[in-house]
């Protein structure tokens, strides 16, 4: 049975890299390589269009659509190649990926301003939904950074954001493998730190990636996440990752519920589940540095959307967190107006309401 109505995975990697040239080239054995070799060759990697993968996986598991987001090394245009070949099945953010490239290849000094021109010249052209994955950030940076310092960087890109009319992602949460540190993203190990943009710039709907839990057992991350989407109208909480109990707390809340929360999985990352039978929870996804580089295509949606059938659940709530809520934020063509509970009041545009919805970034 499909689980919902329509169902949108609103954080989806269709771009994958063949690792073993860079690998080659920094001496090292693929087949011995381990995550944090992965993370030091891997932003000067070429990716190639894994969306055969993805549609095949689509069709498995009846997803409709898929938010398409750069991330390290992937590039924008590949993944607009992807959405004009299949407008009905896919969108995409943007980031500041040439910026990023860039100062990486020591061409230029990586500044916010650049990262919000870039970003700002791209939701221009009207192609793409919003921005992500993350915040733009320095990836060249080996300095600590401290939580003024960031925010600064954080606030151009939310101007563009605001400008445009788009929704924004911080990313939240680690997955062990990669070293996510206070040099680049340290919001990803302080979600809570999203408070004062969420609370500076009401108007601009941000998505938690990953809701605070990019892989791992601990919820301690989620937990802040949680606060932030509690305490902020405009915050959502990406979910795919989060097992059966997490979507309940959420739930329960009565300042976060259903209409606060997107179904995202991460698909196409390199994330392996790890299995603790017996215990709370059986199996949960995270990076594993004693391994190899998992080399197959982990199948995240299969274990994502059992964690939701097990929700005893109003169906109207599961289909907001299935699609409703990503049909509503990134404006996406639905089958039909009211099929989704309406949130936020009949006066707001909600997913169908063609001409009431704001136009996509333009
Ligand atoms: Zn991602």
Known sequence: MKLGRFIVDTHVHAQRFAAGPEFSKAKLDAGKARYNDLARVMRGLTPYDNSARLLYDMDCYDVDMCVLLPAFGMTNELNLEI???????????????????????????????????????????????????????????????GQTERMDQIRPIMEVARKHGSVARIHTGV???????????????????????????????????????????????????????????????????????MYMKA????????????????????????????????AYAVQLRKQPLVRHQVDVWG???????????????????????????????????????????????QPGDRDSIPPRCS
């Open 83 to 145: 959405v004009e070949r299949h407008p009905e099945k896919f969108v995409a953010v943007c980031t500041a990926m040439e910026t990023q490239r860039k100062s990486r290849n020591g061409e230029i000094e990586w500044t916010p301003e650049a990262a919000a021109a870039e970003i700002d010249a791209l939701l221009s052209t009207g192609k793409f939904v919003g921005l992500g994955e993350g915040m733009p950030a320095d990836h060249t940076n080996k300095r600590t950074l």
């Open 175 to 245: 997955v062990m493998g990669y070293p996510l540190t206070h040099h680049v993203w340290p919001e990803t190990l302080n979600p809570i730190w999203a408070t004062d943009v969420a609370a500076e710039y009401p108007e601009v709907p941000i998505v938690l990636d990953h809701g605070g839990l990019q892989g791992w057992w601990s919820q301690r991350f989620v937990e802040e996440a949680m606060n932030v989407a509690a305490a902020h109208d405009n915050v959502y909480l990406e979910t795919g990752l989060w097992w059966t109990d």
């Open 251 to 282: 739930l329960l809340d009565p300042n976060i519920g259903a209409e606060k929360l997107l179904w995202g999985c991460d698909w196409g990352a390199s994330i392996p589940f790890h299995a603790q039978y017996g215990h709370q929870p059986p």
């Open 303 to 349: 274990w994502s959307l059992k964690q939701l059938l097990r929700l005893d659940i109003v169906q109207d709530d599961l289909n907001l967190i299935l699609g409703g809520n990503a049909a509503r934020l990134y404006g996406l063509p639905v089958p039909h107006k009211r099929l989704f509970r309406p949130v936020g009041g009949e006066l707001v545009p």
